[in-house]
């Protein structure tokens, strides 16, 4: 069974940076389309940014040109690179596929002050 570890989380000040990293295990991996998603407190969980197995990504509204989604498929790793953080990005990240059909990993925290 797959299991999804996300790390890279942590405490910034508006208008800062941090990477996020997710490390898969099991060679289906590299050949599943990922995604990343995050919830705020008393909110729902949302993807917020989609890479295919061959790279084609894809973004919400309110995170288009500050994130960047990529991934290392020999490494079984996605990432999520975060600039010019805001307070609303405030939420726990987790990573699995586009279909959720994986079990969800514990995530990682993010917090932005303003």
């Known amino acids: 069974q797959v299991q999804l570890v996300e790390s890279g989380g942590g405490w910034v000040q508006t208008g800062g940076s941090l990477r996020l990293s997710c490390a898969g295990s099991g060679s289906i991996f590299s050949v599943s389309d990922m995604g990343w998603y995050r919830q705020a407190p008393g909110k729902q969980r949302e993807v917020i940014a989609t890479i295919s197995s061959g790279g084609s990504t894809n973004y919400v509204d309110s995170v288009k040109g500050r994130f960047t989604i990529s991934r290392d498929n020999a490494k079984n790793t996605v990432y999520l690179q975060m600039n010019n953080l805001k307070p609303e990005d405030t939420a726990i990240y987790y990573c699995?596929?586009?279909?959720?059909?994986?079990?969800w990993g514990q995530g990682t925290q993010v917090t932005v002050s303003s």
């Open positions: 699995n596929t586009i279909f959720n059909d994986w079990p």
